[in-house]
């Protein structure tokens, strides 16, 4: 459910904007984080770089449905020993200095949240009630959540109350020349072939005739160019990164693999 992650070099992050500086910033003043942008687009990328760009530790946490309060800050084990108190991944973060980063914040449970604003404000405090127990949080100690807005719906949407106590930064996909410096980067392929996929991971987000939920993601654009570095065809690897990663309908699946054909990566091509 969480992992904590400790990084003498920093992970490779190419910034497309203010976004370090501003996360450096809000660090500085102590001030929680909310990173927003589509899926794949670097949110979590920029979260380790700036753990070990800090040097803290960072305490990743999915959210999920079934994701409560006490996974948050912990609970009450026993074994034939007698019984003792396990901090979660925030409560761990709050008392070392270290960075808890709530991955798809809107994915948990609005009564879980909750559990995050007495840290999101001045009083920078985490009330620990089963055993009565409130924490200052330590000076270095930071909050960050991220979501994808055009996932938003009415049931799953960010509560004005708790997206008000963030500085929030808003990510998006590179811009061309620095999405291909990406690709290279992490899967060493040529610039030549990294040119080629964003070129075409560009042509789909520009799309209007296929109903993709959401554009395609830097994350997939590299694990093609993974694939295609050891030995893949073009047309599997755009098969299995691009287009069934973008949609399970026929419908659109069909005009994907059209797309294709007209790129000369058709199946008999």
Excluded at 95 to 104: A, S, T, V
């Amino acid at each position: 459910m969480n992992a904590t992650t400790h990084l003498n070099q920093a992970a490779y992050y190419l910034p497309c904007g203010h976004e370090v500086t501003l996360f450096q910033q809000a660090a500085e003043h102590r001030l929680p984080v909310l990173l927003k942008g589509p899926t794949g687009c670097g949110k979590t990328r920029l979260v380790e770089h700036m753990a070990s760009v800090l040097n803290r530790p960072l305490y990743t946490v999915a959210c999920h449905d079934d994701l409560t309060a006490t996974d948050l800050v912990g609970r009450h084990l026993v074994n034939q020993q007698g019984t003792w108190w396990q901090d979660g991944p925030l409560t761990k973060a709050v008392r070392e200095g270290g960075i808890c980063y709530l991955d798809e914040i809107v994915e948990a449970r609005r009564d879980t949240t909750v559990v995050i604003h007495p840290l999101s404000d001045d009083r920078r405090l985490l009330p620990i009630d089963r055993t009565g127990e409130i924490i200052n949080a330590h000076p270095d100690f930071l909050l960050v959540i991220s979501y994808n807005p055009g996932y938003q719906s009415l049931y799953k949407g960010l509560k004005p109350s708790t997206r008000q106590r963030f500085v929030s930064i808003r990510l998006n996909y590179p811009g061309a020349n620095n999405e291909i410096a990406v690709i290279e980067h992490e899967s060493g392929v040529s610039k030549d072939v990294a040119t080629t996929l964003v070129n075409l991971a560009n042509e789909l987000r520009r799309l209007k005739d296929v109903h993709l939920e959401e554009g395609l993601s830097t994350r997939m654009i590299v694990y093609a160019a993974r694939l295609l570095r050891s030995g893949l065809s073009m047309r599997d690897a755009l098969v299995s990164c691009f287009c069934e990663a973008l949609t399970d309908q026929d419908e659109d699946l069909q005009a994907l693999y059209a797309w294709l054909d007209v790129h000369g990566y058709g199946e008999d091509q």
